[in-house]
């Protein structure tokens, strides 16, 4: 249980080391004899995911696959629960639907790939540094490489949304005395670099560019920390070998992850030592002069945009000369044309005018033609509109009286149903008084008999 113990890096950020619990799972795929026939990748993960039940995967994904296997990788929250559920798999074999044969699965812990002390040591050897001591800053073993770093953990209320380098010195201080810190930018040449020699007391750090947007555009970020001991940095990859970063959901101040309390959120790092001599003063000096160059790159842009920008301005401005003459042209002629339509349009109105007259005589002429046959044709038309209204008012008449008789009609008929029903409902209520007025009298009959005797009983006691 020690092993899953969570390592403390950084308290105050609420940052934590804890060790990655993967599993590698190979399953061996029956032959396929039949064409067309496929298996199912999906299918054998679940087989797999039940048979390690109760436990669960946090992540697995097929990192391989062939005809012959397919090979997993599972990752689970604790080395314990991996070393268990690698023996619960190891051996056993699972039966897939369609197939007879048994598929055969082989389990183990996935140890992490993660350079050695011999490996680094032995790379520094073949370039001529046989001890630490005698290479250079940055061309010795002295200089960790992480990958994967989350950049909203390591901003601070000075950093401006940038990755705060005084935040990595004191995270890494932890190992051992850090010389310097530098974190890749990669949307340009340019870096953040902090010295340890000159700002790492004042907790500032200096930093040339993110990259425009870089919250947005950039969730992660690079990051180079040199040691100025060597046993610093072999316990910084030590503790590092393996290891995934996870931060406590209270941050600054917060629960540890070891306390188990809290949420926690995870990062998957990359660590490996500098094999490039980020940090050597050559290539420091080779950034600077770079950053160097590329302003003068950038002045000398801006130098050219700004009198392409005037070029264009200038000839922006010709054109819209260009284009306010010929809009003052285009005026002009529509007025010019304006006018011509006027001066057509006037000497239009004359000739209709004169027609007009011409024509109004001619109406007038045969106007008094037609008047004359017109007051017969008049009163005639009249004469036969007024016999017309008369005939359709004698029919709305007679429509209105066949109306009224027909509501009459409907009237009588209503006022007869309900008589009928009045007299029925009386003569039901007759019945029922005659039939209440018998039973009435059957009953008095009934009764009378029975108190006569009772009469003649008591009064032949009473004559004894």
Request: glycine letters at 6%; a positive charge.
């Given at each position: 249980?020690?092993?899953?113990?969570?390592?403390?890096?950084?308290?105050?950020?609420?940052?934590?080391?804890?060790?990655?619990?993967?599993?590698?799972?190979?399953?061996?795929?029956?032959?396929?004899?039949?064409?067309?026939?496929?298996?199912?990748?999906?299918?054998?993960?679940?087989?797999?995911?039940?048979?390690?039940?109760?436990?669960?995967f946090q992540s697995l994904r097929v990192v391989n696959y062939s005809?012959?296997?397919?090979?997993?990788?599972?990752?689970?929250?604790?080395?314990?629960?991996?070393?268990?559920?690698?023996?619960?798999?190891?051996?056993?074999?699972?039966?897939?639907?369609?197939?007879?044969?048994?598929?055969?699965?082989?389990?183990?812990?996935?140890?992490?790939?993660?350079?050695?002390?011999?490996?680094?040591?032995?790379?520094?050897?073949?370039?001529?540094?046989?001890?630490?001591?005698?290479?250079?800053?940055?061309?010795?073993?002295d200089t960790v490489r992480i990958r994967g770093l989350p950049l909203?953990?390591?901003?601070?209320?000075?950093?401006?949304?940038?990755?705060?380098?005084?935040?990595?010195?004191?995270?890494?201080?932890?190992?051992?005395?850090?010389?310097?810190?530098?974190?890749?930018?990669?949307?340009?040449?340019?870096?953040?670099?902090?010295?340890?020699?000159?700002?790492?007391?004042?907790?500032?750090?200096?930093?040339?560019?993110?990259?425009?947007?870089?919250?947005?555009?950039?969730?992660?970020?690079?990051?180079?920390?040199?040691?100025?001991?060597?046993?610093?940095?072999?316990?910084?990859?030590?503790?590092?070998?393996?290891?995934?970063?996870?931060?406590?959901?209270?941050?600054?101040?917060?629960?540890?992850?070891?306390?188990?309390?809290?949420?926690?959120?995870?990062?998957?790092?990359?660590?490996?030592?500098?094999?490039?001599?980020?940090?050597?003063?050559?290539?420091?000096?080779?950034?600077?002069?770079?950053?160097?160059?590329?302003?003068?790159?950038?002045?000398?842009?801006?130098?050219?945009?700004?009198?392409?920008?005037?070029?264009?301005?200038?000839?922006?401005?010709?054109?819209?000369?260009?284009?306010?003459?010929?809009?003052?042209?285009?005026?002009?002629?529509?007025?010019?044309?304006?006018?011509?339509?006027?001066?057509?349009?006037?000497?239009?109105?004359?000739?209709?005018?004169?027609?007009?007259?011409?024509?109004?005589?001619?109406?007038?002429?045969?106007?008094?033609?037609?008047?004359?046959?017109?007051?017969?044709?008049?009163?005639?038309?009249?004469?036969?509109?007024?016999?017309?209204?008369?005939?359709?008012?004698?029919?709305?008449?007679?429509?209105?009286?066949?109306?009224?008789?027909?509501?009459?009609?409907?009237?009588?008929?209503?006022?007869?149903?309900?008589?009928?029903?009045?007299?029925?409902?009386?003569?039901?209520?007759?019945?029922?008084?005659?039939?209440?007025?018998?039973?009435?009298?059957?009953?008095?009959?009934?009764?009378?008999?029975?108190?006569?005797?009772?009469?003649?009983?008591?009064?032949?006691?009473?004559?004894?």
């Amino acid at each position: 249980m020690a092993e899953d113990v969570p390592l403390a890096l950084c308290k105050d950020h609420g940052l934590f080391l804890k060790p990655e619990a993967r599993i590698f799972i190979e399953v061996k795929l029956p032959e396929i004899r039949v064409a067309g026939v496929s298996i199912s990748n999906w299918e054998v993960m679940e087989k797999v995911k039940t048979l390690a039940k109760p436990e669960q995967f946090q992540s697995l994904r097929v990192v391989n696959y062939s005809r012959e296997l397919i090979h997993f990788e599972g990752e689970f929250d604790s080395l314990v629960t991996t070393k268990k559920v690698a023996l619960m798999l190891n051996g056993k074999s699972i039966k897939l639907s369609g197939f007879s044969d048994l598929l055969k699965i082989r389990a183990k812990r996935s140890d992490p790939a993660f350079p050695t002390k011999e490996e680094w040591e032995k790379f520094f050897q073949d370039r001529g540094v046989e001890t630490f001591d005698e290479g250079k800053p940055g061309e010795r073993p002295d200089t960790v490489r992480i990958r994967g770093l989350p950049l909203r953990w390591f901003i601070d209320e000075n950093s401006e949304g940038k990755p705060s380098t005084a935040i990595l010195v004191q995270i890494f201080e932890k190992f051992g005395k850090v010389r310097n810190v530098s974190i890749y930018d990669p949307s340009s040449v340019q870096t953040a670099t902090h010295s340890g020699a000159s700002t790492a007391g004042s907790g500032s750090g200096m930093f040339s560019s993110f990259g425009p947007g870089a919250g947005a555009k950039f969730l992660h970020f690079e990051a180079y920390v040199q040691f100025e001991e060597y046993s610093g940095f072999c316990l910084a990859m030590n503790s590092l070998k393996g290891m995934k970063l996870v931060r406590t959901e209270e941050g600054q101040g917060g629960v540890s992850a070891a306390g188990g309390t809290g949420k926690e959120a995870v990062a998957k790092i990359t660590v490996e030592f500098d094999k490039m001599g980020y940090l050597s003063e050559r290539n420091i000096r080779k950034r600077e002069l770079a950053k160097v160059r590329m302003r003068k790159e950038l002045e000398e842009q801006r130098r050219k945009e700004e009198e392409e920008r005037k070029v264009e301005e200038l000839k922006i401005e010709m054109e819209l000369k260009a284009k306010e003459e010929a809009r003052a042209q285009r005026k002009a002629k529509r007025l010019e044309e304006k006018q011509k339509k006027k001066e057509q349009q006037a000497q239009l109105v004359s000739q209709l005018k004169t027609l007009v007259v011409h024509r109004k005589e001619q109406a007038q002429c045969l106007l008094r033609v037609l008047l004359a046959g017109a007051a017969e044709a008049r009163y005639q038309q009249e004469e036969r509109e007024k016999q017309e209204a008369l005939e359709k008012q004698r029919k709305e008449e007679e429509g209105e009286r066949r109306r009224k008789r027909r509501a009459e009609r409907e009237e009588e008929l209503v006022l007869r149903q309900q008589l009928i029903s009045n007299v029925q409902r009386l003569e039901r209520r007759r019945k029922e008084v005659e039939e209440q007025l018998v039973r009435s009298k059957k009953q008095r009959r009934d009764s009378q008999p029975r108190s006569e005797g009772h009469h003649k009983r008591h009064s032949s006691r009473h004559s004894y």
